[in-house]
């Protein structure tokens, strides 16, 4: 799958190299190439990926290895069988609790979480268990890891594979279990902010 990708990405930069690529029939260049559709100059994919909105969640492991850690690179993969995948960094804690730990939980965080998201991005709380001291949470039944109190839905993970994603690791999770809690609006990040939006009213 690694290997797919990688030959993938080496297509494309041989093809941005080609000279239709670069210019028109006659390979000459082509000033609107250097531009977005629209005139926009070209950016980071960092900046891009800002404008992407994405819901907020809390990572979790328990145990000996009890970690916890805010992402929102996390993603459903698969209905049958049911799979999730997260990107850790590798340099994150976050990424030798999974490995150590052989599962993990996601607390999809709600509206009124902004602190708990902001708590655990922060490198300055305690390391380990004692992290969880301060929050409302309660055990998970499969893997032993914290649930956040209050999220709007939770899952429990089997670490069933792991894959190289450049500075990441993307880890592909078994669902274990899944629950859903009260609704309520949710925490989005986008553009550098939290965001809340409210779920859609209800038709009569």
């Known amino acids: 799958m690694v290997d797919n990708g ?3 990405h080496q297509a494309a930069l041989q093809a941005l190299s080609a000279p239709a690529a670069r210019g028109g029939e006659d390979g000459e260049a082509d000033p609107t190439r250097d ?4 005139g926009v100059p070209q950016t980071s ?4 990926m800002a404008q992407f909105a994405t819901g907020v969640i809390v990572l979790t492991t328990g145990g000996e290895h009890g970690h916890g850690m805010t992402a929102n690179a996390f993603t459903s993969v698969s209905l049958d069988p049911p799979l ?3 990107c850790v960094a590798r340099t994150a804690r976050m990424h030798r609790a999974i490995r150590s730990a052989g599962n993990f939980a996601v607390s999809i965080l709600g509206g009124g979480q902004q602190a708990l998201s902001r708590y655990f991005a922060d490198r300055r709380r305690p390391r380990g268990p004692a992290q969880f001291d301060s929050v ?8 032993g890891a914290p649930l956040i109190s209050g999220a ?3 899952l429990e993970c089997a670490l069933v594979e792991s894959y190289d994603g450049g500075d990441h690791t993307i880890f592909l999770g078994s669902v274990l279990s ?5 609704p309520g609006s949710a925490l989005l990040f986008f553009s550098g902010g939290f ?6 009213a209800r038709s009569a």
């Open 6 to 8: 990688r030959a993938a």
């Open 35 to 38: 531009t977005a559709p629209d």
């Open 45 to 48: 994919l960092r900046e891009v």
């Open 84 to 86: 999730v995948l997260c």
């Open 136 to 143: 409302d949470w309660v055990v998970g039944r499969w893997t």
């Open 152 to 154: 709007l839905g939770w």
């Open 178 to 182: 899944a629950y859903c809690g009260v």
């Open 195 to 200: 965001q809340e939006i409210a779920p859609p």
